[in-house]
């Protein structure tokens, strides 16, 4: 269902819920897409005619809300979209042109390495290790809404189920909510907040069998069909017997 389709007095009511803010050539604006089934939001900045896109939420549209593409209880989702602008912080204008938006993926600012321990991620993808290493690796984004996280790895494999965490926001410590339902895949829906940073901890194994000079272990995050991959270098050493 498109924005401009919803009936007027929802408009009209939803209209006061944002505060245009302008500073300079700045413009905030707000977008909806309000379906059967799901609730998508978009806040994004206008500068010199050029839109950045700052925050995009989806949610679940409320039973008995829409029904067939229309409006059936203007106050029911009146609240559930005051609820989600003020939880969220969202402001600014009502925009009625359509935005192109990218994928919605409920999850922001997302990195993926090696794991340094405290919090710490290298993405430079120039680490090295030997063949058959075990190698900490880590992500890490700020959540927004539900996800389904699958790892897969080329080159290695995942040797123990994943693990979600997130930071307290008191003690800034890392806080574990869940592992994995699979090894390589899961589902989160619940133990999270959106704004929460979340970090998931997995380890992975270098495969041993080295073809050529300059081979490499791709791990690759895919987060609702985005995919986020992180590489290490394999050199050619071997491990201590002990190791």
């Known amino acids: 269902m498109d924005i ?11 209209k006061k819920l944002n505060n245009s803010t302008k500073i300079e050539t700045r413009k905030k604006v707000v977008a909806f897409d309000i379906g059967s089934s799901n609730i998508k939001i978009v806040q994004g900045m206008y500068f010199k005619n050029k839109l950045s896109i700052n925050k995009c939420i989806e949610v679940p549209t409320p039973d008995d809300c829409v029904d067939d593409g229309d409006i059936v209880n203007n106050k029911k989702l009146l609240s559930t979209v005051q609820y989600i602008l003020e939880e969220n912080k969202i402001s600014g204008e009502y925009e009625k042109e359509a935005i192109k938006t ?13 794991y340094k321990g405290n ?8 680490l090295s290790f030997p063949r058959g290493s075990r190698v ?15 790892i897969s790895v080329v080159n290695g494999k995942i040797i123990s189920k994943p693990v979600i965490y997130k930071v307290n926001k008191s003690t800034k410590q890392l806080e574990k909510v869940v592992e994995f339902t699979n090894i390589d895949s899961t589902s989160i ?10 970090y998931i901890l997995y380890n992975i194994k270098l495969t041993d069998n080295i073809t050529e000079k300059g081979s490499a272990c791709t791990s690759i995050l895919e987060v609702n069909s985005n995919k986020f991959p992180a590489t290490v270098k394999i ?4 491990l201590p017997d002990l190791y």
Not at 4 to 14: A, P
Not at 137 to 149: L, Q, R
Not at 235 to 238: L, M, N, R
């Open 4 to 14: 401009k389709d919803l009936n007027l007095s929802f408009l009209k009511k939803l």
């Open 102 to 114: 990218p994928v919605f993926i409920n999850a922001f600012n997302i990195i993926h390495g090696v």
């Open 119 to 126: 919090q710490v991620i290298d993405i430079s993808n120039n």
């Open 136 to 150: 900490a690796m880590a992500a890490s984004f700020t959540y927004t809404g539900a996800i389904e996280p699958k």
């Open 189 to 198: 829906r619940a133990g999270l907040s959106s704004g929460d940073t979340v």
């Open 235 to 238: 050199s050619d050493e071997s």
